[in-house]
């Protein structure tokens, strides 16, 4: 059947006859659906205007063309074909700066639960040790230790000699490292 009407049409002069195809008069048209179906695409929708002006410098060159019977519809496969590219550029820049976790060591200033649990046992212990200790030992560590004296300022602060005041720092250290096995560094 469409055999017969096309020889039908092609005599008649005014159906075979397009308009030029003018790009500002699509864009008038069609701007506000495109812009609103772009929207509705792309995962961005600040994006639609971005495509949508690409879409416009692509349809440029059917400017004047008589051959297009949907000038609409070629207007919105090309916004579709520049919405894709689009969507493969943006994925192909975040693939680009991906990094892979698996060969990746991440090192934290934190200790793990685990470090951080047995150092907590290990203060517990360490402060039941102290609360222990004699009183003049006690003072002399805690004003070594906490304070940050030194051995003359101790022994001038408690009225005892330099001599006795690294007796009961080592009497104190001792103390300690026995009740937490030495897990525990001391400086002196």
Sequence with gaps: MNVQIEPALAGDSRLLKREQLSIQEIIRRHHGALIKFLR???RIADDADHVAQETYIRMMKYEGSRDIRSPSAVLFRIAVNVANDHSRAVQARYASSHTELEGVQLVSEQPS???ALLGGQDLDLLLDVIE???PKCKQVFLLSRASGMTYAEIA???GISIKMVEKQISRAMGAC????GGAIPFTS
């Design 113 to 115: 639960a685990k470090r």
């Design 156 to 158: 001038e602060h408690c």
């Design 132 to 134: 222990a200790l004699p």
């Design 40 to 42: 509705r695409r792309l």
């Design 177 to 180: 490292l026995e009740k937490v």
